[in-house]
């Protein structure tokens, strides 16, 4: 009986093995346990169950006869590896065994004896190599970390950024791939040329907690899924929100990370949801904004006019479409959008993201102490349509293009094109145009014909300018939108904290930061002073220019009027706000907000 109870356990237990060892295979989903850490235990345990009889009937009548077959039991199959005497009591007593079961009993045993072994070896190999990894990273007790959740091009862009600046860091790669082939291969040499320590497992199965509590550690889950990079993030946010000098950049662009983060409680954590699309945006409009303003074109009543092009209505297009209807809201300055996108819905997609910043009640209509704006949108049509080359064409007055289109073919091909059609015109816009290749950027820039005329374009957003330390970690409008934030705050604390804790300070105070360094660029009346240092008229300038930009923000943000000028009928979830109104409307503390918003916030100029 304990034979064939033996022999069903063990067949059992092995069919497990294999058929649970064969899902995680086949769906090759890394945050569970691999085939190998599955196999080795559960042969392990059968060797045990198939041996226990075995031993059992030779010290049958011994005392403690059961605890000596089990203790015989484990000691004999951890000596698995070439043991031939182990296999020689088995196939002794087996006789024992009911007669049905004796051939499978044998097979099972010596299948056992012959893989066994080899799986053994690979768990050993497996060990060490983690094993390596925890070494390393033990040494590194006293430094900085930066642990990143994979191992792709951008992250390895940051890293290698970090090290520049900080010799002493650290750097964690988790989740490395088990097949060190092609352009794998090539990350991987590149991640150990730079003195990175490499995990196989998961960066929320790495041992981050053994760690001087002054030094810091920085998470970033960057994978190419968004939603892996929301589940590591909450884990580690779990793991890790007691701990001080602790930060996590969550890099997602969906509004469900956003949804997720919001409810879940950080603790000392400082956590950061990096929206690629809009960082890109804010960093280039706050660093080089200005030459939007430098390409506008002098009018007849004396103001400048900027008549901007987007070509791409896609996440990168849509966000400067929004961006620039407040951006370039400027004392001197109009703005005209002209936007191209190749979806027959993108103005109407566009409105529902937007109702009334595009509504007839403001979008091309000049209202005093109210954002003043004119935005087209043309809809299906082609960039490599004859369609497109006119109505551009019909555009005489161009002084600023940006196109996204989704491939870097593409968008140079079309900036190419576009600066034709210009040079036609005998109009000199600025071209900027998302480009993802480092590499291909200087050559491309620096390009000339044969004639020697250069194309005189412009490449936002390659992987090493993006990815790097300037943007992503010491980024510098982030840091002034913090210092806005905390001066709006008045010193509350917990106020302050909300800059972190909440997207929607965070942006607003962005937005904020990124309107103050242009009203520095634009010779704005009052915009290197202190709100204390405003005079009068500096004060009902910087006001009054303030919440026209924040007006057109606000609206770029998908908010709307609440019908009511009382506090009371805003609703954040409803994106309605009662402030929504010209700036003569608003009372006089609300007036007040607006100069204590926009003023200078830094000691020195």
């Known amino acids: 009986m304990l034979w064939t109870i033996s022999f069903i356990i063990a067949t059992l237990l092995l069919l497990f093995a294999l058929a649970l060892s064969a899902k995680q295979f086949l769906i090759k989903n890394k945050k569970h346990v691999r085939p190998l850490q599955l196999l080795t235990p559960l042969c392990f345990v059968a060797a045990i169950v198939l041996l226990y009889p075995a031993f059992f009937s030779e010290h049958k009548g011994e005392t403690a006869d059961i605890a000596k077959a089990f203790v015989f039991s484990v000691r004999k199959a951890i000596r698995l590896i070439g043991a031939d005497e182990i296999y020689q009591t088995v196939f002794k007593q087996v006789g024992n065994a009911p007669e049905r079961i004796r051939d499978a009993y044998q097979i099972i045993v010596l299948a056992l004896q012959f893989f066994t072994p080899l799986l053994s070896f690979g768990l050993v190999l497996s060990f060490f190599k983690n094993f390596t990894a925890n070494l390393r ?121 956003e949804l997720l983060l919001a409810g879940r409680e950080k603790g000392s954590m400082k956590v950061r949801r990096v929206d690629e699309v809009r960082s890109l945006i804010s960093n280039f409009l706050y660093e080089n904004g200005e030459c939007i303003f430098n390409s506008a074109k002098p009018l007849s009543n004396g103001t400048k006019n900027i008549s901007a092009v987007i070509v791409g209505m896609g996440k990168r297009g ?130 000339k014909n044969y004639a020697n005329q250069s194309y005189d374009i412009k490449f936002i957003g390659d992987t090493a300018s993006f990815y790097s330390e300037r943007v992503i970690i010491d980024s510098a409008v982030e840091n002034d939108a913090f210092a806005r934030h905390c001066a709006y705050c008045n010193g509350d604390k917990d106020r302050e904290e909300e800059f972190w804790r909440y997207e929607y300070c965070y942006r607003s105070s962005t937005a904020s930061a990124i309107h103050a360094e242009a009203r520095k660029k634009c010779g704005i009346k009052g915009a290197f002073k202190k709100e204390e240092e405003l005079e009068g008229d500096e004060k009902i300038t910087i006001e009054l220019l303030e919440h026209r930009r924040w007006n057109a923000y606000m609206r770029a943000e998908g908010y709307v009027y609440s019908g009511s000028p009382e506090k009371s009928s805003r609703n954040d979830l409803a994106k309605m706000h009662h402030n929504l109104v010209e700036y003569s409307s608003l009372s006089e503390s609300d007036k007040r907000k607006d100069s204590r918003v926009a003023a200078s916030v830094t000691e020195e100029e």
């Open 137 to 257: 990273y033990l040494r590194s007790y006293f430094k900085d970390v930066y642990a990143f959740a994979e191992l792709n091009e951008k992250s390895l862009s940051l890293a290698t950024d970090i090290l520049k600046n900080n010799k002493k860091a650290a750097i964690v790669f988790a989740d490395i791939a088990e097949k060190e082939s092609g352009k794998n291969a090539d990350l991987i040499w590149s991640a150990r040329a730079l003195g990175a320590i490499l995990f196989k497992k998961d960066i929320t199965a790495v041992n981050f907690g053994f760690h001087s509590k002054s030094r810091a550690i920085s998470f970033f889950t960057m994978h190419e899924d968004e939603m892996k990079n929301v589940e590591h993030s909450l884990k580690l946010i779990s793991q890790f929100n007691k701990r001080e000098n602790t930060r996590l950049y969550i890099f997602s662009t969906g509004v469900e990370s």
């Open 318 to 447: 849509t966000e400067m479409l929004k961006a620039l209807s407040w951006y370039c809201q400027m004392d001197g300055y109009k703005i005209k959008i002209n936007a191209f996108d190749s979806d027959s819905l993108a103005e109407q997609r566009f409105s529902a993201l937007c109702p009334e910043l595009t509504s007839p009640k403001y979008n091309g209509v000049s209202q005093q102490g109210e954002a003043e704006y004119t935005i087209k949108i043309h809809s299906g049509i082609d960039v490599s349509t004859k369609c497109f080359a006119d109505t551009f064409s019909g555009i005489k007055d161009a002084t600023y293009i940006f196109v996204s289109l989704g491939s870097d073919e593409l968008n140079i091909k079309t900036a190419v094109q576009l600066r034709m059609l210009s040079e036609r015109m005998g109009i000199k816009p600025v071209i900027n145009a998302v480009l993802g290749s480092s590499e291909a950027k200087p050559a491309l820039e620096s390009a």
